[in-house]
């Protein structure tokens, strides 16, 4: 069974920048995707990206514009993300989530989800 680890999260101020890391262990197929959603208060679920190791591919949600940068290290079975310039409307539960093969359809579809780390954007 797939294991999520979640690390990253918690205060920071507007205008700062965030780290988020997530660690799966227990993939069971050559080709998988790990991916993050967000749930933020009022817009629903949303992606912010996905790394599919099928072709080492970046597919980023529209939710956070350019402010997103994604680094994976395949054999670790990890992706990270740096959260640039976060404002009061990025508070929410960050989910890290994984899919075989690709990423989820609108990046938000997905088999599995960690349990999600809370991010909040506050002064």
């Known amino acids: 069974e797939e294991q999520f680890v979640e690390s990253g999260g918690g205060l920071v101020q507007p205008g700062g920048s965030l780290r988020l890391s997530c660690t799966v262990s227990?993939?069971?197929?050559?080709?998988?995707?790990i991916g993050w959603v967000r749930q933020v208060p009022g817009k629903g679920r949303e992606g912010v990206v996905c790394?599919?190791?099928?072709?080492?591919?970046?597919h980023y949600g529209s939710s956070m514009g350019g402010r997103v940068t994604v680094s994976s290290d395949s054999t670790k079975k990890t992706v990270s993300l740096r959260l640039d310039n976060m404002q009061p409307d990025d508070s929410g539960e960050y989910f890290c989530?994984?899919?075989?093969?690709?990423?989820?359809?609108?990046?938000?579809?997905?088999?599995?989800w960690g349990q999600g780390t809370q991010v909040r954007v506050s002064s």
């Open positions: 989530v994984l899919n075989y093969p690709y990423c989820g359809a609108s990046l938000v579809q997905y088999h599995k």
């Open positions: 227990g993939i069971r197929f050559d080709s998988w995707a």
């Open positions: 790394f599919a190791s099928s072709d080492n591919s970046k």
